[in-house]
């Protein structure tokens, strides 16, 4: 393999190896691309194991400096164990090993100090089973992966709590019933069965939010359009928050007719409804204004407004992530993750802002679609 520059570096042996500023090949350069310019680290080494390519990357991540690699053996400018203490090198030997190896799959080996990394390895041969001309080794931050794995833990942690505390009221009512039943009055027993009730409704919700969540993050979440009438929609939601006890003042439905043919998911419009005007009821204060009006490029929009304090300026980027909470006021923290994720499933837009009345305020769109029988 032939390295783009004429300089040179001493091997670990005394002599004089080809180099390079710090790394380039022909193979990238008739791509127009540096290895630099990669956003990983690459390290390349030629037929007798010596490093050839360590490109910024592999500086950063390894903190070796490139002219202290380059002409080194790679065992030593890239001395990685595996996580038993095991020298990786001598465990997989590319030069010496299997000669239908052509490399090793991506895996988690220590550095130096315990760092972990992320490591893949390509044997290149010059034919099948010959012997090795080449070396290319990919090590990446092992950070990014971290906070998924974070991030998945948070999750089931707080999926985990939300769900104890209706499991181990409907688990209490129902043996409490079963040991005792001609103990209580038909009264007793309703109002213990509605407690049940509600708790099983609890976990249902909570574990549809878990699916929402997987289908979201995998791409996979469908949306089955259907003629939706969006005014009787919220209307309906408005009257279940009065059922529940809020007062039928603390609600202002304002719609600006004419409004387009609406062909979205019922279901899934009624989540996003069901959240936003949750978090305003629950979070805000004062009256709860739904408009509903036709956007621009003939979409339909719906802002949900509240005069409470609003949302500070500094977590406005946040509001849609996953376990942000408003207010120390319950929840899971998804709802608004989910109505992101579900509005962008069906092509809209949803933003949030400050009200005129000081409040939040969330605004989405959707656009006019083709109908879902006409797409399957």
């Given at each position: 393999?032939?390295?783009?520059?004429?300089?040179?570096?001493?091997?670990?042996?005394?002599?004089?190896?080809?180099?390079?500023?710090?790394?380039?090949?022909?193979?990238?350069?008739?791509?127009?691309?540096?290895?630099?310019?990669?956003?990983?680290?690459?390290?390349?080494a030629d037929e007798s194991g010596r490093v050839v390519c360590f490109n910024r990357a592999a500086e950063r991540i390894t903190a070796v400096p490139a002219p202290r690699a380059l002409g080194a053996p790679l065992e030593r400018a890239l001395p990685l164990e595996d996580l038993e203490g095991r020298r990786w090198w001598q465990l997989t030997d590319p030069y010496g090993g299997l000669a239908t190896r052509v490399g090793q799959p991506e895996r988690n080996l220590l550095l130096p100090g315990g760092r972990e990394?992320?490591?893949?390895?390509?044997?290149?041969?010059?034919?099948?089973?010959?012997?090795?001309?080449?070396?290319?080794?990919?090590?990446?931050?092992?950070?990014?992966?971290?906070?998924?794995?974070?991030?998945?833990?948070?999750?089931?942690?707080?999926?985990?709590?939300?769900?104890?505390?209706?499991?181990?009221?409907?688990?209490?009512?129902?043996?409490?019933?079963?040991?005792?039943?001609?103990?209580?009055?038909?009264?007793?027993?309703?109002?213990?069965?509605?407690?049940?009730?509600?708790?099983?409704?609890?976990?249902?919700?909570?574990?549809?939010?878990?699916?929402?969540?997987?289908?979201?993050?995998?791409?996979?979440?469908?949306?089955?359009?259907?003629?939706?009438?969006?005014?009787?929609?919220?209307?309906?939601?408005?009257?279940?928050?009065?059922?529940?006890?809020?007062?039928?003042?603390?609600?202002?439905?304002?719609?600006?007719?004419?409004?387009?043919?609406?062909?979205?998911?019922?279901?899934?419009?009624?989540?996003?409804?069901?959240?936003?005007?949750?978090?305003?009821?629950?979070?805000?204060?004062?009256?709860?204004?739904?408009?509903?009006?036709?956007?621009?490029?003939?979409?339909?929009?719906?802002?949900?407004?509240?005069?409470?304090?609003?949302?500070?300026?500094?977590?406005?980027?946040?509001?849609?992530?996953?376990?942000?909470?408003?207010?120390?006021?319950?929840?899971?923290?998804?709802?608004?993750?989910?109505?992101?994720?579900?509005?962008?499933?069906?092509?809209?837009?949803?933003?949030?802002?400050?009200?005129?009345?000081?409040?939040?305020?969330?605004?989405?769109?959707?656009?006019?679609?083709?109908?879902?029988?006409?797409?399957?």
């Open positions: 393999m032939s390295v783009v520059g004429t300089s040179s570096s001493r091997g670990a042996q005394g002599r004089s190896v080809p180099a390079a500023p710090r790394c380039g090949t022909d193979d990238l350069a008739g791509l127009g691309v540096h290895p630099d310019d990669l956003p990983d680290g690459l390290v390349v990394v992320l490591v893949t390895a390509r044997y290149v041969r010059s034919r099948p089973t010959g012997p090795v001309r080449r070396v290319v080794v990919q090590i990446r931050d092992t950070e990014a992966r971290r906070r998924t794995e974070r991030s998945h833990a948070e999750l089931i942690a707080t999926v985990a709590h939300e769900l104890r505390s209706p499991l181990t009221s409907v688990k209490g009512f129902t043996a409490t019933l079963l040991a005792k039943w001609e103990r209580f009055t038909d009264e007793q027993k309703r109002l213990m069965l509605e407690t049940v009730d509600a708790d099983a409704n609890r976990v249902t919700r909570l574990i549809t939010e878990l699916l929402d969540i997987s289908r979201i993050d995998s791409g996979r979440l469908e949306v089955r359009r259907q003629p939706v009438d969006i005014a009787a929609a919220v209307s309906r939601h408005i009257q279940a928050h009065v059922a529940a006890g809020q007062s039928a003042d603390r609600f202002l439905l304002r719609v600006t007719q004419p409004l387009p043919d609406l062909w979205a998911d019922p279901d899934k419009v009624d989540q996003i409804l069901s959240n936003l005007l949750e978090n305003a009821v629950r979070h805000g204060e004062g009256t709860v204004t739904i408009d509903i009006e036709r956007a621009e490029h003939l979409g339909t929009s719906v802002t949900v407004s509240d005069e409470g304090p609003g949302i500070p300026e500094e977590s406005m980027n946040r509001v849609f992530t996953r376990f942000w909470r408003g207010s120390k006021r319950g929840g899971t923290g998804l709802g608004l993750y989910i109505v992101k994720g579900i509005v962008e499933a069906h092509g809209g837009t949803i933003t949030v802002g400050r009200a005129p009345g000081g409040g939040a305020e969330f605004r989405f769109t959707l656009p006019v679609a083709t109908p879902a029988y006409l797409t399957s």
